[in-house]
């Protein structure tokens, strides 16, 4: 593959943003160490829309998403459950679940919402809104985000059967509800605003254990027009 690989074995530090726009992160085993802090711009957030690419093949639960506090390991994690399609939010260690199109080996799209006056939180995924839900709403306050693992304390105490393999692209998070058409936007790869809170064409990010970053695959399209076979004499 044509890629600009970081092959990471114990930890490694990007001192200024880095623009990973086409890149993509992947995790290629499981284990408790393998993960990307990504660093946060804000203290408190009041909301938060986050979005994000992924493609794995794991069947069972695993994090796509881990934002803790020091009051709240769970403070708002996108979090894959064990059972098929069902995805849960979490939002300062409540949660909510969501029965989605979930299939492996392919590339999907997830977005969540959350904020703090009406309590309300909603998962988009592959740009499908599903029904709000109520979540609470106190403050999020001195947030760590990771991919690749699920916090379960503050920056720690990771689990290798919660980990996350596959790939993982696009991260982008903001202190703010985007609307409907922002998301959408996000989702078929149109002009959007970049978060505010993570972004993914200026992230600033510490890699722990083995984090590769590669191009981003994307799938070849062939017209229905392609050119199929000559059939033999006997016409088939």
């Not at 969540?112 to 592959?126: E, K, P, R, V």
């Not at 978060?195 to 992230?203: D, E, M």
């Amino acid at each position: 593959m044509s890629a600009l690989l970081l092959y990471v074995m114990l930890t490694a530090c990007a001192a200024s943003p880095q623009d990973l726009s086409g890149k993509m992160f992947t995790f290629p085993q499981e284990t408790n160490t393998a993960s990307v802090k990504l660093d946060v711009s804000t203290h408190n957030l009041n909301a938060v829309t986050v979005c994000l690419r992924f493609f794995t093949d794991l069947q069972r639960a695993h994090s796509l998403f881990s934002l803790a506090t020091p009051s709240s390991h769970n403070g708002f994690l996108i979090f894959k459950e064990s059972t098929a399609d069902t995805v849960s939010l979490y939002v300062n260690n409540k949660a909510v679940q969501y029965v989605v199109g979930y299939e492996l080996n392919t590339w999907h799209s997830v977005c969540s919402t959350w904020d703090a006056d009406s309590g309300l939180g909603q998962l988009w995924f592959n740009g499908q809104p599903l029904a709000q839900k109520f979540l609470g709403g106190s403050q999020i306050s001195k947030p760590i985000v990771v991919l690749g693992q699920e916090q379960d304390s503050y920056a720690g105490s990771f689990d290798t059967k919660q980990s996350f393999t596959g790939m993982m692209a696009d991260v982008h998070m903001w202190n703010y509800i985007l609307s409907p058409c922002e998301i959408k936007n996000y989702v078929y790869n149109l002009n959007f605003t970049p978060g505010n809170v993570l972004n993914w064409r200026a992230l600033t990010f510490d890699v722990t254990g083995r984090v590769l970053i590669e191009d981003k695959q994307k799938s070849c399209h062939y017209s229905q027009y392609t050119k199929m076979p000559c059939p033999n004499k006997s016409g088939y």
